[in-house]
């Protein structure tokens, strides 16, 4: 981990991610330009596609203010294996929720303009209080500018600590009032703020952090794609492992941590004696620095 943060300049990021809960890698430190356009190009076709095929479905998605969120993309183009296999992404989901991490879901988004807030929440779906160290974690490829007019989404600094999700007057922001925790103990929450971003930087944080989006006022669309990350042990969002085409498996045997991080050989559930054995590969610790940056 340290080799890699090194090598690739996010010795900073991960610091911001203990801090703070969330960070923003600019585009120079994610990608190529070239490739960046490209997988903002595909995430639209997949948008695209998604919209001519379920029209009602995407607009209700999209009617919580997260955006119209396709959230299983990956096998739509391969660029998409691309993203999810950069190691600065890597780097970032193996630092917050361990080495062997897994994908639990990966979404192309769209958020037009008009579209609605979405109230403060955060991503970790377990009893409270949430463990310490991060169990699920988000790193998003910001592909058009964040800011508070773009619709970005809203971050509330050091809220990871809280290990708990919002409620009441917090999920709207409001942390004085007696009807919420916070204000109930006069706690001292930092208030929300809308992250600022270049098309192309990677926005990522931890499950447990806190964190919204504001309406988009500006004309256009917030193009995104998000990738949720869970450790081993835990149910993943989406089936990968029953879905992987073949051709995918083939441009990635020589990196094994392709079929690790979609559970291709899970840690449990063995159904043979020989299922034992492939589960201890799941939780090995593969290089980071063996796949280019893209």
């Given at each position: 981990?340290?080799?890699?943060?090194?090598?690739?300049?996010?010795?900073?990021?991960?610091?911001?991610?203990?801090?703070?809960?969330?960070?923003?890698?600019?585009?120079?430190?994610?990608?190529?330009?070239?490739?960046?356009?490209?997988?903002?190009?595909?995430?639209?076709?997949?948008?695209?596609?998604?919209?001519?095929?379920?029209?009602?479905?995407?607009?209700?998605?999209?009617?919580?203010?997260?955006?119209?969120?396709?959230?299983?993309?990956?096998?739509?183009?391969?660029?998409?294996?691309?993203?999810?296999?950069?190691?600065?992404?890597?780097?970032?989901?193996?630092?917050?929720?361990?080495?062997?991490?897994?994908?639990?879901?990966?979404g192309a988004a769209v958020k037009p303009a008009a579209s609605a807030a979405l109230g403060l929440h955060c991503d970790t779906a377990m009893t409270e209080p949430y463990p310490p160290a991060p169990q699920f974690c988000n790193v998003t490829y910001a592909l058009s500018d964040y800011s508070a007019e773009n619709g970005s989404t809203t971050f509330v600094p050091g809220s990871h600590r809280l290990l708990r999700q919002p409620v009441g007057p917090e999920v709207e922001g409001d942390f004085t009032?007696?009807?919420?925790?916070?204000?109930?103990?006069?706690?001292?929450?930092?208030?929300?703020?809308?992250?600022?971003?270049?098309?192309?930087?990677?926005?990522?944080?931890?499950?447990?952090?806190?964190?919204?989006?504001?309406?988009?006022?500006?004309?256009?669309?917030?193009?995104?794609?998000?990738?949720?990350?869970?450790?081993?042990?835990?149910?993943?969002?989406?089936?990968?492992?029953?879905?992987?085409?073949?051709?995918?498996?083939?441009?990635?045997?020589?990196?094994?941590?392709?079929?690790?991080?979609?559970?291709?050989?899970?840690?449990?559930?063995?159904?043979?004696?020989?299922?034992?054995?492939?589960?201890?590969?799941?939780?090995?610790?593969?290089?980071?620095?063996?796949?280019?940056?893209?």
């Amino acid at each position: 981990m340290a080799e890699a943060a090194k090598a690739l300049d996010l010795q900073q990021h991960l610091f911001e991610l203990e801090a703070n809960g969330f960070t923003v890698v600019p585009p120079e430190k994610v990608a190529s330009s070239v490739f960046l356009k490209e997988l903002e190009q595909a995430a639209r076709e997949t948008h695209r596609r998604q919209m001519a095929a379920n029209p009602a479905l995407m607009k209700a998605i999209g009617a919580g203010g997260a955006g119209e969120i396709n959230s299983y993309a990956l096998w739509d183009d391969p660029i998409y294996e691309r993203a999810l296999m950069n190691p600065v992404a890597q780097t970032l989901a193996r630092f917050m929720t361990g080495h062997a991490c897994r994908l639990s879901l990966f979404g192309a988004a769209v958020k037009p303009a008009a579209s609605a807030a979405l109230g403060l929440h955060c991503d970790t779906a377990m009893t409270e209080p949430y463990p310490p160290a991060p169990q699920f974690c988000n790193v998003t490829y910001a592909l058009s500018d964040y800011s508070a007019e773009n619709g970005s989404t809203t971050f509330v600094p050091g809220s990871h600590r809280l290990l708990r999700q919002p409620v009441g007057p917090e999920v709207e922001g409001d942390f004085t009032s007696t009807r919420g925790v916070a204000g109930m103990y006069a706690a001292q929450i930092a208030a929300p703020t809308p992250v600022t971003a270049r098309a192309g930087s990677l926005i990522a944080w931890t499950g447990a952090t806190w964190h919204g989006a504001v309406p988009r006022t500006a004309p256009g669309e917030r193009v995104s794609i998000l990738m949720y990350f869970c450790r081993w042990y835990l149910k993943t969002q989406s089936n990968f492992r029953d879905r992987i085409p073949a051709e995918s498996m083939a441009r990635w045997k020589d990196h094994p941590r392709f079929s690790q991080v979609l559970d291709v050989d899970p840690v449990w559930g063995f159904t043979d004696d020989l299922s034992a054995m492939k589960g201890m590969a799941g939780r090995e610790v593969f290089p980071i620095l063996d796949v280019p940056r893209p």
